[in-house]
């Protein structure tokens, strides 16, 4: 550390620095009783994981809702003498909202449960450098559901996240220990914007020209 440069604080730009936390779904003694027992073991996971830092975090995959929006847009010009609008097409955008339950049947699971809720809140901020400019974009990897899945196979879509709200469902109860109240269930709604990947087509050499999804797409195997 001798040779640290003055007011520099150690590791603060470099992301290999950081130890990603992994926050796999609760496996306390009493998961087996809980749903997130059964979600383990049949792989029933939905993983949030920050690019810029590898921070992953996992939850029972009890998916309430899920849509997918894809639009293009559209602009439209009106020339004189001409009574047909020529119209053209921009860029291509995609939208996904999805809602999940999180449930704890213990006070350990519910603890743990918060403590997932709290990381996965603190995903949405950018990585920052020193002096408080942004390093990366809060981009963040949704994996686990397979609705997710696009033209390349990959189950996943990275995203930056526009909201997430959660909400307690106080008619399902609560847990509790002296001086705690956690809920039963909580419903988490995420909605983001995608990414939209690119891959060169097969009869195009160029590595300059890339065009959204592989040059079969659509293919639903």
Not at 1 to 12: C, D, I, L, V
Not at 81 to 91: C, D, H, K
Not at 101 to 122: F, G, P
Not at 183 to 200: F, K, R, W
Request: glycine residues 6%.
């Amino acid at each position: 550390m001798e040779n640290q440069a003055p007011h520099q604080s150690p590791g603060w730009d470099k992301v290999s620095d950081f130890e990603p936390q992994i926050r796999g779904v609760y496996s306390g003694a009493d998961a087996n009783v809980s749903v997130s027992g059964h979600a383990r073991d049949k792989g029933y996971v939905l993983t949030f994981t920050h690019i810029a830092t590898g921070h992953r975090v996992s939850f029972p995959a009890v998916i309430q809702s899920f849509s997918d929006n894809h639009k293009a847009q559209a602009n439209e010009q009106v020339y004189a003498n001409n009574p047909n609008p020529l119209i053209t097409q921009g860029g291509t955008g995609r939208e996904i909202s999805l809602s999940f339950l999180v449930l704890s049947a213990s006070i350990d699971e519910a603890r743990y449960n918060t403590q997932s809720v709290n990381m996965l809140l603190q995903m949405l901020y950018p990585k920052l450098r020193e002096d408080g400019t942004m390093r990366s974009a809060p981009r963040i990897r949704i994996s686990g559901f397979n609705m997710l899945k696009d033209g390349r196979g990959v189950d996943s879509a990275t995203c930056i996240i526009q909201n997430i709200t959660y909400a307690l469902n106080t008619e399902e109860g609560y847990v509790t220990a002296p001086g705690e109240l956690h809920p039963v269930s909580l419903t988490i709604d995420v909605s983001a914007i995608a990414y939209i990947p690119t891959a060169p087509p097969e009869d195009v050499e160029s590595d300059n020209w890339h065009q959204p999804y592989p040059s079969d797409y659509p293919r639903y195997r």
